[in-house]
C-alpha cells in the first residue's frame, strides 16, 4: 500500500513535470515568437496564445521552419534551417498536412485524430481544384478545436461556413454554374435546422452528411452522399437508440428501409433508381420539389399508381381523414414485396382487412379485382408450360411465347391498375389478355399434338418399311430358290 502511494505522487509528478516541461521548454524557447510578440507586436504572435497548436507547445516554426532557438532574426529565419516564410496556395495544405496527414509525427503528440482523411483531401472538391486551402476553414494563428463553440467549425456556426461560399452565386459561378447556391436556405426549413437554430447541435450540419475534408460530388461513389451510401450515413445517428433517446422518435428506419423493396433495390443490387432516405425527405430537409407533403413523394416515381389513385374513391376519402396516400396500404420505410394475395379477402396478408370488413363493398371489390388478375395468371402459367414442353421437344412456338410477352405485359399492367379500386378497369386490361392467353395456350396443344401425330406417324413409317425390308428379304429367297432349282433340273 506504501509503495503504492509512492509510485501514484513518483507518477503525478513525473506527468506534471514532464508535461509542462514539454510545453514550457518550447514556448520559452520559442525565440520566434518572442520577438515578434515583443518587438514586432504583430497580429499572428497575439493571436497565437488562442491557437491549439500553441497549447500543444508547438512553435512558429512548426509550420514556417527555421530555428525557434535562435534570438537572432537572421539566425532563426534561415532558410537552411527549414525556413519557408509565408506559405501560399497548395503549400499552405502541404505545411499542415506536413503533421494531420502523418501518422507517426501526430503519434508524437499522441493524438487519435485519424490521418487518412488529411491523405485525401486533395482528392477531394476542394483539395484538387484549389478552391481551399485549411485555413480557408480553420483560420490562421488562431486554429482552434472543433468543439470550441468560437471556432469557425463548431456546428451552430459551421452551417455558415460553408455557406460562405455555397451561398455565394456569384463566386460559385466562377468554378461551376450549375450548382445550386440553396443549400442553406433549405436546410433551415429541415427539422435539422430549425433545431440548429435553437442551438440543438446533435442535429445534421453540412459537415455531419458530406464529411469536412473528404467531399465529393453526389454522382461519386466515394461521396458519402453517392445514393449508396446515403442510408447508412443517416443511420449513423437515426439508428442510435442512445444518441436519439432524447427525441422519443422511432430507430428503425435504416432496419425497415433495407429489409424491403426499396432498400434491397438500392443497397443490394445497386439500382439507383429506387428511392435513398434523401429522395424521400429531401437532401437538405426541404421537401423534393413539387411536394406539397411527403405522401406525394411516392409518385415522383410511381407516375401511373398516382394516377391511378387520384381516380380511386380513397383520393378524396384519404385526404378528408388526413389519411397519407400510399403509406396507407404500403408502408414508407418498410415497403414489403406486393403481391396479389395481399387482394385476396382470405389471404393472411389481405391488405384491404386494415379499413375494411369482410363483408363490406371494398372487400367485394377486392375479391373481384383477385380473381379477374388470377384467372389471367392461371392462364399464362398453363400456357408456359405447355409452351415449355414443346419447345422440349424440339416444335417451333416461337410466335406463341411472343403473344405470352403481351399477356405478361397486361398483368403487371392490371397490378397497376388495382389503384383505381374499380373492377371494371382491372376487366378492361385482362379480357383481351385472355385470349390472347387462350392462343398461346392453344398453340402449345397444338404443337405437342403435332409432336404425337409425328411420332406416330413415324412408327407407323419404320414398321411399314420393316415390313417391306422383311418381304423383300423372302422375295429374293423366293427367287434364288427357284433358279437354284431350275439348274438342278436335268
Ligand atoms: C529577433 C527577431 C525575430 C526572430 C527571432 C524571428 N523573427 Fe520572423 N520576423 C522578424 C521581423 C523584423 C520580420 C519582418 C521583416 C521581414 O519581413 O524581414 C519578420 C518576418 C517574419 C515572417 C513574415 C515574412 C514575410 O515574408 O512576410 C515570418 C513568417 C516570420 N518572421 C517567421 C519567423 C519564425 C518562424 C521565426 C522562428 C524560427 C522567426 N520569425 C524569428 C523578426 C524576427
Ligand atoms: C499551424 C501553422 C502555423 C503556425 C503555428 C504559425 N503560422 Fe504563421 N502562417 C501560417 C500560414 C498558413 C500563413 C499564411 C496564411 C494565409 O495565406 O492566409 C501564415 C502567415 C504568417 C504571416 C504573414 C501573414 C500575416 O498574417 O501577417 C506571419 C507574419 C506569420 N504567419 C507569423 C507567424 C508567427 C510569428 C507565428 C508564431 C507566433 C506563426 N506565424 C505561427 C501558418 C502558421
Ligand atoms: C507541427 C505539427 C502540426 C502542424 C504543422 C499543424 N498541426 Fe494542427 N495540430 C497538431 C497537433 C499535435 C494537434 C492536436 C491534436 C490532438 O489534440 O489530438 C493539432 C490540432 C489541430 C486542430 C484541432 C483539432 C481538434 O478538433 O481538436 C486543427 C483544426 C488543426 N490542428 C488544424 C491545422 C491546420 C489548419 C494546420 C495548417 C495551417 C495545422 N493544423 C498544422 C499538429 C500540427
Ligand atoms: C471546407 C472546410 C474545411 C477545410 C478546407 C478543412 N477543414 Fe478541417 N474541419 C472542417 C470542419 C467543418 C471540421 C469539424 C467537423 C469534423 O471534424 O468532421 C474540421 C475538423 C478538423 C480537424 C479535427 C478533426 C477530428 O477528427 O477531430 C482537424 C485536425 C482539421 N480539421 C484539420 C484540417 C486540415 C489539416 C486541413 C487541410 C488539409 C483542413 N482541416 C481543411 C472544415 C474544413
Ligand atoms: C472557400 C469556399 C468554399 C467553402 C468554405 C466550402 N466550399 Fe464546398 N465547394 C466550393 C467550390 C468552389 C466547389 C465547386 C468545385 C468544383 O466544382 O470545381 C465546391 C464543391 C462542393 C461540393 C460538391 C458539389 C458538386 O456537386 O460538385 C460539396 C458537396 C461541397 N462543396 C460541400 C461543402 C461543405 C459541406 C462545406 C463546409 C464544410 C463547404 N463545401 C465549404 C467552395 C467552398
Ligand atoms: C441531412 C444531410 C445533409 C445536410 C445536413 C447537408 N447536406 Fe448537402 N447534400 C446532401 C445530400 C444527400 C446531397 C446529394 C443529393 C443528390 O444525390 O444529388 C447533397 C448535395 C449537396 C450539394 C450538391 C449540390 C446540391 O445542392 O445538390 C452541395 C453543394 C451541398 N450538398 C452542400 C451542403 C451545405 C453547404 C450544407 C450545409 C448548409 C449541406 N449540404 C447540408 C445531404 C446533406
Ligand atoms: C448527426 C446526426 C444526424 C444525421 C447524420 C442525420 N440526422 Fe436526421 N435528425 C437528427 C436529430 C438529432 C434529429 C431531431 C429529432 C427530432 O426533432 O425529433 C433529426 C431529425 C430528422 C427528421 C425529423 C424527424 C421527426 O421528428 O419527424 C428527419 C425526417 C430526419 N432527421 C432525416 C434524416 C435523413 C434523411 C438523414 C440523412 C440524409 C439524416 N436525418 C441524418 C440527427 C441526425
Ligand atoms: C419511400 C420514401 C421514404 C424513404 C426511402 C425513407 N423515408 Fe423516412 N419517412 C417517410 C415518410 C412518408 C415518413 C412519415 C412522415 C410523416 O408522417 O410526416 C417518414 C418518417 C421518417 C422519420 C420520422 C420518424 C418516423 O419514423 O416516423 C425519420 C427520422 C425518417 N423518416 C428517417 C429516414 C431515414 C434515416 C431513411 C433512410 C434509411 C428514410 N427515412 C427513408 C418516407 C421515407
Ligand atoms: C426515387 C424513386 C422512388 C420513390 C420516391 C419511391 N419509389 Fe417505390 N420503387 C422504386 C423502384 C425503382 C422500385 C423497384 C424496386 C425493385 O427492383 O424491386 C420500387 C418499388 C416499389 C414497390 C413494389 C415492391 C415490389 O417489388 O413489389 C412498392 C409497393 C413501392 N415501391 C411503393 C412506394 C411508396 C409507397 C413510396 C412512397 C412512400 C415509394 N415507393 C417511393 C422507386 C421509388
Ligand atoms: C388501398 C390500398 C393501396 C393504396 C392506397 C396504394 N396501393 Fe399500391 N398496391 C396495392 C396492392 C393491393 C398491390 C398489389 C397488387 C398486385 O400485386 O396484384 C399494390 C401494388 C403496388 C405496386 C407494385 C405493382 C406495380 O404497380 O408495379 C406499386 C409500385 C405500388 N403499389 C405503388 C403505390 C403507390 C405509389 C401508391 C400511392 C399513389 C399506392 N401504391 C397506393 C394497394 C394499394
Ligand atoms: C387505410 C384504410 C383503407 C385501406 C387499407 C383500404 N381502404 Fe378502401 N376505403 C377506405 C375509406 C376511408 C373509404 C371511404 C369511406 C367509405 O365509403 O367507407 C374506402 C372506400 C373504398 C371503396 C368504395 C366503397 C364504396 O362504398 O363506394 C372501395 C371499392 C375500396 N375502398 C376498396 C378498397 C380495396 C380493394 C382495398 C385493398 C386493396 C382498400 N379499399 C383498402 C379506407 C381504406
Known sequence: MQRFGIWVIVGVLALVLGGGLQTGQAQTQDQCRTCHRELLEDTPSQKYVNDVHFQKGISCAGCHGGDPTQADMDAAMDPKKGYIGVPKGAQITQTCNACHANESRMAQWASSIDTIQFQRFETSVHGKADVATCVSCHD??????????QSPTYPTREVFLCARCH?????????????????????WTSRHGQRLQQGDTRVATCSDCHTAHTIYPPKDPRSSVYAVNVPIMCARCHSDPAYMKPYGIPTNQYDLYASTAHGRALLEKHDTGAPACNDCHGNHGAMPPGVQTLSHVCGLCHTLNAEYFSKSPHAAA??????????????????????LDQLQPEAPVFMCRKCHSMDDKGTQVARMMYETIRRLVILEEEARRLLTAAEQKGMDVADAWFQLRDVHNAYLKARTVVHTSDPAEVQK??????????????????????FDFRRKGFAFATLWITLLVIALYLKIRQIEARSRDKRLKP
Open 429 to 450: 386490361v385482362v379480357e383481351p389478355a385472355v385470349q390472347t392467353a387462350e392462343q398461346a395456350r392453344t398453340a402449345g396443344q397444338r404443337a405437342l399434338a403435332e
Open 167 to 187: 451561398a455565394d452565386p456569384a463566386y460559385m459561378r466562377k468554378f461551376n454554374p450549375a450548382l445550386p447556391t440553396d443549400q442553406l436556405e433549405k436546410y
Open 318 to 339: 384519404f385526404e378528408k381523414k388526413g389519411l397519407p396516400q400510399c403509406e396507407a396500404c404500403h408502408g414508407n420505410h418498410e415497403v414489403p414485396t406486393t403481391s
Open 140 to 149: 490562421v494563428h488562431e486554429i482552434r478545436s472543433s468543439r470550441d463553440p
